[in-house]
C-alpha cells in the first residue's frame, strides 16, 4: 500500500494544553510557518488537560504546602514556591494578552476567582503553617495571604468543614484571594479553535505509531488513521511531543541520546464528587492540607471548588492508585513495553527505593468508599456518602532517571522538558504543576529549541508577556502593576457572582 508524505514547519503530537500553548506562540511569533497536529482520540484535552482529570487549580503555591519544606535549622525554604507562583503569572500574562487581542472571548469560560487556602491540625503543622506565612507573607507575590488559630475565623472561611468539628487540639489555616480555579479543558478547546481559524490543520483519531530521523535532518513519522487504518508519512523540521503519559514512548522511538536511561512510573488518581447543590453552596475554596507520611507529592487532600460547564461542584482527593497504563485511555501494556536495556537498572533500582511507595499505592486501589468517606471527613466531618461519588481522573506517569543528588533510579515529581541537542525534537514528561505553568514550559522549549530566533523574537514576546527575560522577585513594582493589568483582563477583581438556582456563574 503506498503512503501520502506531507511536509510542516512544526508537528505537535498531542492535543493538551501544552501542544494548544506552543501552537499558540509559535503562530503568534511566525504566523507564515506551516504546524500541525496530531491526536489519537477524538476530541481535545481528554486525557490529562481534561477539566474532570485533574483539580483545576492555578497552580501559584499560594496553597500547596509541598512547595515549601522546613529547614533542619527550622527556616522555611520558599524557592520553589516563588518559581512556581512567577511561573503562574507568566501564564496569567499571555492569557491577558490573547482577552485583550479579541483571541479570547471570554475568559470566564475558563477562569474564575477562589479563594486559596491551607488548612492543618495538630501542633507540628500549626507551627509549620505559622512559619510558612510568616516567609510568604514579607514576598510581594504572596501579599495579601491572611493566617488565623482562630476557629471563629475558620468558621467564617471554611463553614462546610468547621460545621460539627470536634476540638481536637489546634488548627490553623491561611487564606488568599489571589487564587483561581481553571478549566484547562475549556482553555485547551478555546486555544485549539483559534489555531484551525489560523489553519493550523489539527487531526484527530491519528496514532503516532513510529518516529525517526531522516538523512536531511528532518524527522518523519508514520501516521497511522485510527478508523480506517490508513497510512501517512509526515515530516516536519521541529517535533514536539506533548502526549501525556504517552510522550515517554515516543521519546524512546526517537532514538535521541537524551532520552537515554530515562523510565517512567504510573500513578492513576481519584477523586470523590459532590454536585448536591445545599453541600456546595456551604463551600467557596480550594483548601489544601499535609500530604500523609508515604504518599506522593500529588496525593496532597484537598477540597476543591471547582467550575464546570457554568456548574459549581466539590472535588475531594485525589486519592492515588496504580495501573500499568500511561494513559487514562492507554494499554495495560505501556509500563512494561517503557521498559528499555538502557533504563533497565534505572527502573530496577527506582523499584527497590519505592517499595514504601508502592505498598501505598496498592492500599489507595484497596480503599473502600467507606474508607475514603473516612478520608473526606477530615475535612468535612458531617459528609454523607449519598452526597459523593467516585470519579476516576487522570494518569501521572512520574519521571525516573539517574540524578547526582538522589543517586540511581530517582523518581521525580515535577514537569521536565527533554530536547535534542540541536533543538529539532523536544518531549515534556512529568505531572505537577503542570497545565498551570504551560506558558512558561512553553518558552523553555522555544528558548531551547529555536535559539537563533529568539533575538528576533523578543520584541514580540514582551508584547505577549511583559515580564519576559525578568525577574519578578527583583521588580516588585512590576508585580503590583501586572497583577491589576491581568486581573481586570481576566475579570479576577472579585468573587464570581453566583446563581441561587442551580449555582451557575454569571
Excluded at 49 to 58: D, H, L, P, V
Excluded at 252 to 270: A, H, T
Excluded at 305 to 316: H, Q, T
Amino acid at each position: 500500500m503506498s503512503t501520502k508524505q506531507m511536509h510542516s514547519d512544526v508537528i505537535l503530537i498531542g492535543a493538551g494544553i501544552m501542544s494548544a500553548t506552543l501552537g499558540t506562540l509559535l503562530k503568534e511569533l511566525v504566523p507564515d510557518w506551516k504546524i500541525t497536529l496530531f491526536e489519537r482520540r477524538a476530541v481535545a484535552g481528554e486525557e490529562s488537560s481534561n477539566e474532570w482529570n485533574n483539580a483545576g487549580t492555578g497552580h501559584s503555591a499560594l496553597c500547596e504546602l509541598n512547595y515549601t519544606s522546613e529547614k533542619p535549622d527550622g527556616s522555611i525554604d520558599i524557592k520553589k514556591a516563588v518559581k512556581v507562583n512567577e511561573e503562574f503569572q507568566v501564564s496569567k500574562q499571555f492569557w491577558s494578552y490573547l482577552v485583550n487581542s479579541k483571541l479570547i472571548k471570554n475568559p470566564r469560560d475558563f477562569i474564575v476567582p477562589v479563594p486559596h487556602m491551607s488548612f492543618v491540625q495538630g501542633e507540628k503543622d500549626v507551627n509549620f503553617l505559622r512559619k510558612r506565612y510568616e516567609a510568604l507573607s514579607n514576598n510581594p507575590l504572596f501579599e495579601g495571604m491572611e493566617y488565623s488559630e482562630d476557629p471563629e475565623k475558620l468558621k467564617e472561611w471554611i463553614p462546610l468543614m468547621m460545621k460539627d468539628r470536634k476540638s481536637g487540639g489546634p488548627i490553623a489555616a491561611t487564606r488568599s484571594e489571589a487564587g483561581t480555579d481553571v478549566n484547562f479543558g475549556s482553555l485547551t478547546r478555546i486555544l485549539l479553535s483559534h489555531l484551525k481559524s489560523k489553519k493550523v490543520d489539527i487531526q484527530f483519531k491519528r496514532q503516532v505509531d513510529d518516529i525517526k530521523r531522516t538523512a536531511d535532518g528532518n524527522w518523519e513519522m508514520k501516521i497511522r488513521n485510527a478508523e480506517s487504518g490508513a497510512v501517512e508519512r509526515h515530516t516536519a523540521k521541529f517535533v514536539f511531543i506533548g502526549g501525556g503519559g504517552g510522550s515517554l514512548h515516543l521519546l524512546q522511538k526517537s532514538g535521541i541520546p537524551e532520552g537515554k536511561g530515562v523510565g517512567g512510573f504510573p500513578v492513576s488518581g481519584l477523586f470523590m464528587v459532590c454536585k448536591n447543590p445545599e453541600v456546595v453552596a456551604q463551600h467557596h475554596a480550594k483548601v489544601y492540607g499535609q500530604a500523609p507520611v508515604g504518599a506522593p507529592p500529588m496525593s496532597v487532600p484537598h477540597l476543591d471548588s471547582r467550575f464546570i460547564e457554568n456548574k459549581e461542584s466539590l472535588l475531594f482527593g485525589p486519592f492515588a492508585g496504580f495501573s500499568p497504563k500511561f494513559l487514562k485511555f492507554g494499554s495495560m501494556f505501556d509500563l512494561i513495553t517503557s521498559v528499555k536495556p538502557h533504563n533497565l537498572f534505572t527502573m530496577l533500582a527506582a523499584g527497590v527505593k519505592n517499595a514504601s511507595l508502592t505498598t501505598y499505592l496498592i492500599k489507595q486501589v484497596m480503599l473502600s468508599k467507606e474508607k475514603r468517606m473516612e478520608a473526606l471527613r477530615e475535612f468535612v466531618p458531617n459528609a454523607k456518602s449519598e452526597d459523593w461519588e467516585l470519579l476516576v481522573a487522570g494518569q501521572r506517569v512520574q519521571i525516573i532517571k539517574d540524578t547526582e543528588a538522589g543517586g540511581k533510579g530517582t523518581l521525580q515529581f515535577g514537569t521536565e522538558v527533554i530536547s535534542a541537542a540541536d533543538g529539532s525534537i523536544a518531549a515534556l514528561l512529568g505531572a505537577s504543576p503542570g497545565a498551570s505553568t504551560a506558558v512558561s514550559v512553553m518558552l523553555e522549549v522555544i528558548e531551547k529549541c529555536f535559539p537563533q530566533h529568539i533575538k528576533a523574537w523578543e520584541p514580540k514576546l514582551r508584547d505577549m508577556i511583559p515580564s519576559y527575560g525578568l525577574s519578578l522577585m527583583k521588580n516588585p513594582d512590576l508585580i503590583q502593576e501586572l497583577n491589576e493589568t491581568t486581573n481586570k483582563a481576566l475579570g479576577l477583581g472579585g468573587q464570581p457572582k453566583l446563581q441561587e438556582a442551580g449555582r451557575t456563574v454569571s
